[in-house]
């Protein structure tokens, strides 16, 4: 199936419609999108690009030539400007700009596709410096299940909001290959406060391994910890703010002992007894 039909099922066949492939793994997008400027970010440009279009579907990148769906636009106008929004004028190093002109689109998000967003992926063909193009006649390579969050990044990649976390693990059918890999190991994680950057230290060493004990915050939101305990107290939405990685896998034979013994290292070195969220 080519990404052109399913646009055609869904109504867009007399639309001028262009394609964008953002590469999200760059820190500079990656901070623009923790501070929800992800969309300021791409309604502005250099050139006029998007001149002449109804529409524009955003993809973020994959693995290798894989471009996974993230939103349809609506272009709405557009508006010169001499100096770029204050949120996001960081970009001009990165991006390679010089001084303005720049061109400011009004853009909207609309329903279109909504129920294939992050589910939906293609093939965005070998010429991926070519970061818009009107071409649709892209292969679509999987639609992933209703309930479906990303893919397994490997051990030492896993980065996940709270929000994140909580979808895998209330949609483990949808999402098998986070379940399989978490559940199938022992190890150290860390638990980052994003809104100041205290840490928890803690170690996974029961039933169902990594799996398990994430699963008790997704219910309990704070793991039995006491210090997140007491921070939900005070704040009972800091859970929101929970990012969630692993530093360290054993496997799954090991004893209780190893993995209590190397979390205290981590502990240790990352100073979270005395600096973050560990209470012991």
């Not at 502005?44 to 690009?49: A, D, E, G, Q, S």
């Not at 010169?80 to 001084?99: A, M, N, T, V």
């Not at 649709?136 to 893919?151: M, R």
């Not at 219910?219 to 530093?247: A, E, M, W």
Request: proline residues 3%.
């Amino acid at each position: 199936m080519l990404l052109k039909e399913i646009l055609d099922i869904r109504g867009l066949t007399n639309y001028k419609i262009k394609l964008v492939r953002h590469n999200v793994n760059r820190e500079y997008i990656k901070k623009i999108m923790n501070n929800g400027n992800f969309n300021l970010y791409q309604s502005v440009h250099k050139t006029n690009i998007f001149k002449g279009y109804d529409y524009i579907i955003t993809f973020t990148n994959l693995e290798r030539t894989k471009a996974s769906l993230y939103g349809v636009y609506k272009v709405k106008g557009v508006e010169k400007i001499q100096e770029l929004p204050e949120e996001i004028c960081f970009i001009k190093e990165p991006e390679s700009w010089d001084k303005g002109p720049f061109y400011k689109y009004r853009i909207e998000e609309v329903n279109l596709l909504s129920d294939l967003k992050k589910r939906l992926v293609i093939d965005w063909g070998a010429a991926t410096r070519s970061w818009h193009q009107k071409k649709l006649n892209k292969e679509v390579i999987e639609i992933f299940p209703v309930g479906f969050v990303k893919t397994f990044p490997g051990y030492q990649n896993v980065i996940l909001s709270f929000k994140e976390l909580s979808r895998i693990v209330n949609n483990p059918d949808s999402n098998r290959e986070w379940k399989s890999a978490l559940s199938s190991v022992y190890g150290v994680y860390l638990i980052l406060d994003i809104t100041d950057g205290k840490q928890y230290v803690g170690s996974a060493y029961g039933e169902e391994g990594i799996w398990g004990r994430w699963k008790c915050y997704v219910k309990t939101k704070h793991g039995n910890n006491k210090l997140l305990i007491d921070l939900l107290k005070s704040d009972p939405d800091r859970y929101k703010h929970f990012q969630f990685s692993i530093l360290d896998i054993l496997p799954i034979t090991s004893m209780k002992e190893e993995v209590i013994n190397l979390e205290s290292i981590t502990k240790e070195k990352l100073g979270s007894n005395v600096f973050g969220l560990n209470a012991n």
